[in-house]
């Protein structure tokens, strides 16, 4: 419903703003798509709002059209990711990247540090998946340092989730390489953030992740034995 009345009003005002209005709804259709594992939907609308970002872009090239531009970008990735399609997803995630790099140059906000962060994480998968360890290992380095940053700047829960997160990333690649003992300490260190934050927040999506951090240990030690 929201989508139909912001097709209409974009045919009746074509604004930047009923453009942009539009390409978030696109946007919005698409994640519950992406939810519900209708990939060939999801990709459908995000393509549609991609395509309306990058010409709001070409007209505006303000901060807030880069980032939507950006976030697009990533969006298709995703789902080009959950296709399979690696090499079309990194381009999508690489061109996501490039904005990101500018806009925190330019901005250096919070928002902007972990879009960036975020970016890096998603090169890194790609890398990953193309068993390019030391490149994922590069571009998980680099969200790290970011989120760990903001971490101390913010002291949100989802700051410290994102460092948890990282840390993870940075557990796996070295696993993958067979670097046990350094696995352990970021594994180690993401399953003392997972405690702390089900300590604290109490929910079960917490509870779930800190059980996972904890299988992560359990499996890497195990490994560590082993070696």
Do not use: W
């Amino acid at each position: 419903e929201s989508l139909a009345i912001c097709e209409k009003l974009n045919l009746e005002l074509g604004t930047p703003q009923s453009r942009r209005d539009l390409a978030v709804s696109y946007r919005r259709v698409g994640d519950i798509l992406r939810a519900q594992r209708d990939f060939t939907g999801a990709l459908e609308m995000y393509q549609e709002s991609l395509a309306i970002c990058e010409k709001l872009n070409l007209e505006l090239g303000t901060p807030q059209s880069r980032r939507d531009l950006a976030v697009s970008y990533r969006r298709v990735g995703d789902i080009l990711r959950a296709q399979r399609d690696f090499t079309g997803a990194l381009e999508m995630y690489q061109e996501s990247l490039a904005i990101c790099e500018k806009l925190n140059l330019e901005l250096g906000t919070p928002q902007s540090q972990r879009d960036l962060a975020v970016s890096y994480d998603r090169v890194g998968d790609i890398l990953k998946e193309h068993r390019n360890f030391t490149g994922a290992l590069k571009m998980y380095c680099k969200s790290l340092a970011i989120d760990e940053k903001l971490s101390h700047e913010l002291g949100t829960p989802r700051a410290y989730r994102d460092v948890m997160i990282a840390c993870t990333n940075n557990a796996s690649i070295l696993f993958d390489q067979e670097k046990y003992e350094e696995a352990l300490l970021f594994a180690k260190r993401a399953l003392t953030i997972g405690e702390t934050l089900a300590a604290q927040l109490d929910t079960n999506d917490a509870r779930r992740e800190a059980e996972a951090m904890r299988n992560n240990l359990k499996i890497v030690e195990a490994y560590c034995k082993k070696s």
